[in-house]
């Protein structure tokens, strides 16, 4: 029996491997390498200069900026997203109430779930142009126009104004992530098994009770990845931000993260070896993130 | 559908997950190296004549090599270089293979070519996406032009094609000392305006910041938007006012101590004054919400004479052709004096070569970019360009006497009213980093509340970050 199994092993993975190597592990090892030089991107030469890049990235403001943007992003884009497509997967699982001794959804619940999933099958640069319409400052906007039909004759600058415009595209993010996790809750909630859920009822718990004493409890191991998947997905924003905000990243900045920085920086100012550093920066943020979460929320499991 | 998400991960799989995640969550990192190719070898064989020279191919191109151009599509459109240009160029060459691309956005889909050592032959470096050309310089992508400048034109016997030229042209492409860059159009900026809104009304242009604030007022009680640039994407359009009007205050030297990085050039009473002037515009004439929008929708605004003045370049009656109403008659005015004491008259104007073309040096077929650039400097090729673009190009009097559109002619002759009183700008090709700044500065003195003061010397701070910065090339005129 063991005779052929490590070729066996071996014919399987050496294609993924391979091409993860070449597409992922290598560029990467290319970008450590250019974040000590200061390739400009224009020919094949460059110098080694050491730490340079990293001591001027850590005096460079905008990258604070788009540091601070991160963090707020990785606050309040997990915390709402999960908040809601958690009340909206109990409702649609087990708000109901409890019909022949089985937890069903609200009235239907089948035709919302499906609803909710279409932001998750727009492509990010298409959210991006609608939503840049929904928020337009002017008449034709979809908000600003309705406010006009009502008498609000000053419009709201959702992506003009310094105070709004972050907040504007994090409910973009909000809005276009909440579908996904609807999916990925209501899988988890359709694995708890229906006898703890009947006990409970019997024993007269409300739906607010089934909720944080049932659901969440069990849940906890979904709700961990969807908090790293969406901790990832706030240091990126490069899409939204790119197409969405006045003056890319604007108003004066007050929009930018590190992913349009690293654009800016190898596109607009040839600056390859720079951006590098950056996205080395990018890189360990991540990652730092991803263990820390895992971390900190280590808990447990119910075992069922 | 609810079996699919199984929670049955344990942690350990999880943590291998999360690091893998990590890895692809950061594409721009990957997109980076994935422009550092191969690379070519650093031959310099290539700025040879490689065919024979003679008088109809005066630089030597090979008769039957390959060309490739790349045209960047966008308020000029293309169509100058299929109709025009490139039968020109058959015409000479009638077994060379012309490859014409076009693209909206330069630097995405030629700059990895040059990184490969495979760039095209000929490249209109422009739009929002252009490519650092002070980079692509002193990185010796580019080719020497000073072979083309000393050619015989193509059809204005008797001529080089530098003497054909308008005075500065070259100059405008020079970088620190030798030519390297077409700067082809010829562009005119200042105030566009509907002639016949003006005439409707019975509006006058004005000339002092008096009477400019008056005629603004009287646009407002109309209840038009007196005045408005787009502060999402073409804050640009309004710092060239403000450099235009302190220009005029203090004259040229201004701009020339701007682009050369002069301590204090930004701080000076005539940016001040400039800016000062051009705030209270915003502030009382304008609409703070053209912050949130692209410079087309605004333009459009002004086609519906929901906007009176919009600063702009000569090439705006070309890109709105298609949204202008019939009658619209596009004007243009030179900015009003700010002061009484201004060191320039009023009919002075921002008026400059733009729109860079370049050969590249490491390319197969240069000699023919060269040459191909040959055919856009002649009579029929200037002629051929101002006919579809509504642009004048740097081929002096190529269109004299021709009767094209409203707005050429209006550009035109706020041309011949300023003599020799014309300016310009480079610091924005310069040095990207310091146009960036201006931009949001711009729009803070605008839209956000700004002061003179504030716009000063935060720019004034860029400005000189980016002379003290070693990784950055300096450039001077």
Redesign the interface.
Known sequence: MKHGRYPFIIGFLIVPVAIYAT??V???I??FN?SFT???????TFDYIGFDNFTKLFQDTTFWKAIQHHAVLLIAMPLLTIAIALFFAFLL?VGGGSKGGLMTGVRGSKFY?VIFFFPQLLALALVAVIFSRV????E?GLINGLLQQVGVND?V????D?NLALWSIIAVLVWQAVGFYV??F??????IPTEIYEAAALDGATRGTLFFKVTLPL?W??L??AW??LG??A??A?ALVNVMS???G????ATTV??LE???N???????G???AM??V??FL??TF??LT?RVT?RDTVEL | ???????E?D?RT??RR??A??????P???M?????????DDEDTADKPAGEVSATNPLGVKEDAPLEIVIFNGGLGTKYATDVDIPSYNKLFPNSKVTFNQTEEI??VV?PR??A?DPPDMINNSGS?L??QG??V????VQDLTDLFAAPSVDISGKTVKDTLIPGTVEQGTFNGKPYVLNYAFTVFGLWYSGKLFKDNGWTVPTTWADFTKLLDAMKAKGITPYGYA???A?YYQYTAILTSAAKIGGPDVLKNIDNLEPGAWTSDAVKQAAAAWAEVGAKYSN??????KHT?VQL?QNQYKVGLYPSGSWLENEQAKDTPAGFDYQLMPIPSVTTADKLPVTALYAAAGEQYFVASKGKNPRGGMEFLRHMLSKAGAVGFTQLTKTLTVVAGATDGMEISAGLTSGNKALGAAGADTFSFRFDTWY??LD?EV??AT??LM??GGNADKFTQRIQKVADAVKADS??EKFSR
């Open positions: 597409f992922v290598y560029p990467y290319q970008a250019l200061n390739w400009r991107g224009f020919s094949p699982n779930r928020y337009s400052p002017d034709s419009p600058l959702f992506l003009a310094k999916v990925l209501s899988a988890g909630m359709g694995s849940l191991n979904t961990q990845v790293v998947y990832i997905a240091f990126d490069f006045v003056d890319r604007g108003p004066d900045g590190l992913g690293i654009f800016r190898m596109q607009d100012y040839g600056q390859y720079y951006a590098s996205g080395v990018l890189f991540t990652l991803a263990a895992l280590r | 559908m609810t079996d699919i998400f199984k929670p991960v942690r999880l943590l999360a690091a995640v990590g890895l692809l969550a950061t721009a990192v990957s980076l190296s994935a422009c550092l190719g191969g690379g070519g630097s995405t700059q040059f990184t050592g996406k490519m650092d980079a692509l002193s990185a010796g992508q502060g999402a994407n804050p703070k919400a053209f912050l949130g929008l929708e605004q990207k980093k960036d931009r949001a729009n803070e839209y956000q990784s950055i």
